[in-house]
């Protein structure tokens, strides 16, 4: 029966997802969630420049600043929800953020922009922690499938949302660009009532229940250097996301002789791949094993995605365009290893009974990449041509090895019998 189970189509496991009818509903919600995102990733810009009329460089600090922000959310987000439960948390953040865009659609001034915008990057942030949360107490064990079906529905709904934003921005209008900011504004209000329909998952605890022996206190995240340099191996390892939103189309166009049309290409290889592979991808890192496994693949399959890329100056128009392309799937499926495999490893390296607050902290490292990834790619690899890629692949796959041996040593300790790996064992 586990064998089927496995088996079962997107489809069919979207309707019946670890954790039950709160999952279900929680996956409804991100979809919805994430379409609103879709809308405000292809719209804000240019919102920002034709009704707002800021000019470019205050829309880089402006956007700049958020995501600076937005790294505080994570932390704050799981500190809360050591205090708090998890469901009228999220509800919050949906309508916080509600309350700033419907606020970015009556500010002009840059000054109260910067604030408002800031703050909804900041509930965003703690809004994709809540929801990691929320799915590793309802989804228990089986977490990674869950992590792999709310992969599945955000890039849906993200493509959705991006088309949408499609038809508005062919009419150009300033009141078209108004109703897409609406438009996500509202996706907030109609998550905060899915959310509304749940019930708290597992009730306060993140872990499984505290042994009948009492435990000693653990540090706290903050403290711990083991999880603390977890999470900053981590920060590079999430810069796939950077690479194929900021490397290969930059690469392209401006050291390539690829055709310009090929751009959209990525994201719609990205969004169907993930859509389609993420379930099937998660299995080979559910579990502890199979997720240490899974750091090593992606150091290999970013380096190879860097080596295509420093490899593809010397090509000509069309092999250009198809190494470009392999480029576009290798890193998809570095991102397929890496979503699932960070996200387990930062549950499995947590004591049970501070998952809370641990997860808030590794939620960081996703926020510190966005701000500094696309600077690092542009100023200094990009800047040093096809050795800078190669250079970048070697780094990457270097830090892997060492992630993976520094997890494997933390797990074992974990696994080992005594007073002190107790509090963190599964």
Not at 140 to 145: D, L, V
Not at 255 to 283: D, E, G, K
Not at 363 to 391: D, E, F, R, Y
């Amino acid at each position: 029966m586990g064998r089927v189970r496995e088996q079962a189509g997107l489809l069919a496991q979207l309707r019946n997802p670890p954790g039950g009818r709160d999952a279900r509903i929680m996956l409804r919600a991100l979809a919805v969630d994430r379409t609103g995102t879709g809308l405000w990733a292809a719209s804000s810009v240019l919102y920002l420049t034709f009704v707002t009329h800021l000019s470019a460089q205050q829309i880089g600090v402006l956007l700049g600043t958020a995501g600076v922000a937005g790294i505080a959310g994570s932390p704050l987000a799981g500190r809360l929800a050591t205090r708090f439960p998890v469901r009228p948390l999220l509800i919050g953040c949906h309508l916080l953020r509600l309350v700033t865009l419907t606020l970015v659609l009556l500010c002009t001034r840059f000054e109260a922009l910067l604030v408002v915008v800031a703050v909804t990057y900041l509930g965003d942030r703690a809004a994709k922690t809540l929801e990691m949360l929320f799915a590793t107490r309802a989804a228990g064990e089986r977490r990674a499938a869950y992590q792999a079906l709310s992969r599945s529905a955000a890039n849906a709904g993200y493509g959705l949302g991006a088309g949408l934003a499609a038809i508005g921005l062919a009419a150009g209008t300033e009141d078209a660009y108004r109703a897409l900011i609406l438009g996500n504004a509202l996706s907030f209000l109609v998550a905060a009532a899915l959310v509304w329909r749940t019930g708290e998952p597992g009730g306060r605890a993140v872990g499984p229940k505290p042994a009948e022996a009492p435990r000693p206190r653990t540090k706290g995240p903050w403290r711990d250097r083991g999880y603390l340099r977890f999470v900053l191996l981590d920060i590079p390892m999430n810069l796939d996301d950077s690479v194929l939103g900021v490397g290969l189309p930059l690469w392209l166009v401006t050291r390539t002789s690829a055709p310009h049309a090929l751009v959209p290409a990525f994201l719609v290889i990205n969004t169907v791949l993930v859509v389609l592979l993420q379930l099937a991808v998660s299995r080979r890192a559910e579990g502890p094993r199979k997720a240490v496994r899974a750091v090593l693949l992606y150091g290999v399959l970013l380096f190879v995605t860097c080596a295509l890329l420093a490899a593809s100056t010397a090509c000509g128009t069309w092999t250009a365009a198809g190494v470009l392309l392999a480029a576009a799937v290798l890193v998809t499926m570095a991102e397929l290893m890496r979503s699932v495999s960070s996200w387990e490893l930062a549950v499995l390296l947590a004591p049970p009974d501070e998952r809370a607050a641990y997860l808030g902290v590794a939620g960081m490292s996703q926020s510190i990449q966005k701000s500094a990834g696309p600077p690092l790619l542009t100023g200094v690899v990009m800047a040093a041509g096809p050795a800078g890629w190669l250079a970048l692949g070697v780094a990457v796959a270097g830090l892997a090895v060492w992630q993976r041996r520094c997890c494997e040593g933390r797990l074992a300790q974990m696994e080992a019998p005594g007073p002190v790996a107790q509090p963190a064992r599964q």
